[in-house]
């Protein structure tokens, strides 16, 4: 009998046609990811399921997945599923670390022009028929410094990204080598030195026991006067507390947020502050990564179904 996937996110329908074509019995349900009940229901019908981030693959959906053997996540963070249960249940959990990487430091860059510009206020103003011309006074990115923390798949094409962008890039990275960081043309350097130092800031590192705050309230406040601050990569890594204090002092110039503590984000002390600019988290959103990553899931969990490999 050919294996059975339950898709309960909205992933691209390439993702559904590759499981089509490699023999895999797939259902399409991406309103499942939020209605837990339905989906406590139905799981145990499936041999995989396929994610993004709206389903939560807790424990409590693990013990009802009595057929389960694979949880494919299209996309890098496996923040949503429950890893020690899954693992404790012999279910693999795979992810697609490179599909959207691209997409992601992108957005990073978007996001740091966007606050070095204020286009999002300056955007708003424009369209409410103001001409406020000399309100929105931005800052050069060239010969700034950028402090990038985390510099693996997504922090070192941001190197490179600024590189291009003539900026001086230092990066805190424990994982990188003197050698990598020579090649890429960034200064490796201890975290104290990132903070004193950097004009932005950026982070790309997960959220681990590690990582959480490591821009706490203490490390803010050893930042480089007027900096500003570039996070795409999770929430819970800045206190956002401080850092809002940090803002309102004029201690920290501007901030640029997709990810936020607590998602979906309605609330949070950086909302409706001047110079913070916040996205939904739009990290992966665009077109190319979301193809990339169904395709890497599909065609990933395909194989571990059908072949064990
Ligand atoms: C990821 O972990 O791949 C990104 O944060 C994208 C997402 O969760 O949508």
Excluded at 246 to 275: I, M, Q, R, Y
Aim: glycine content about 8%; some cysteine; overall charge negative.
């Amino acid at each position: 009998m050919a294996p059975k996937v339950l898709v309960s996110d909205k992933l691209s329908e390439t993702a559904v046609q590759i499981f089509r074509d490699r023999g895999i019995d797939v259902d399409f349900m991406p309103e499942l990811g939020k209605d837990k009940e339905k989906l406590l229901e139905l799981i145990p019908n499936y041999d995989g399921l396929a994610i993004r981030s709206a389903t939560k693959a807790t424990e409590k959906l693990l013990a009802s997945a009595a057929n389960l053997k694979v949880i494919g996540r299209a996309g890098i963070g496996t923040d949503n599923v429950d890893k020690d249960a899954a693992s404790k249940k012999g279910v693999i959990v795979m992810n697609t670390p490179f599909g959207n990487m691209i997409t992601t430091a992108e957005h990073a860059i978007a996001m740091m022009f966007a606050v070095a510009r204020q286009i999002p206020e300056a955007s708003a103003s424009t369209h409410a028929g103001k001409w406020e011309k000399s309100k929105f006074m931005g800052v050069e990115l060239t010969g700034k410094t950028l402090g990038v923390i985390g510099a693996g798949n997504i922090g070192g094409i941001v190197c490179d990204r600024a590189r291009a962008l003539k900026m001086r890039v230092m990066a805190y990275d424990p994982f990188l080598g003197e050698e990598k960081a020579e090649k890429m043309g960034v200064q490796k350097v201890e975290l104290d030195e990132l903070l004193a130092n950097a004009d932005f800031i950026t982070l790309h590192v997960p959220f681990t026991e590690q990582t959480k705050n490591i821009l706490s309230k203490e490390n803010i406040a050893k930042l480089k006067k007027g900096v500003r601050i570039v996070n795409c990569a999770r929430g819970g890594l800045v206190d956002e507390d401080a850092l809002a204090e940090a803002l309102k002092s004029g201690h920290v110039a501007g901030a640029a947020f997709d990810v936020f503590a607590v998602e979906p984000a309605t609330d949070s002390p950086l909302f409706n502050l001047p110079n913070v600019v916040v996205t939904p988290h739009l990290g992966a959103a665009t077109t190319e990564a979301q193809e990339n990553v169904a395709l890497q899931v599909a065609e990933q969990m395909s194989d571990y179904l059908l072949t064990g490999a």
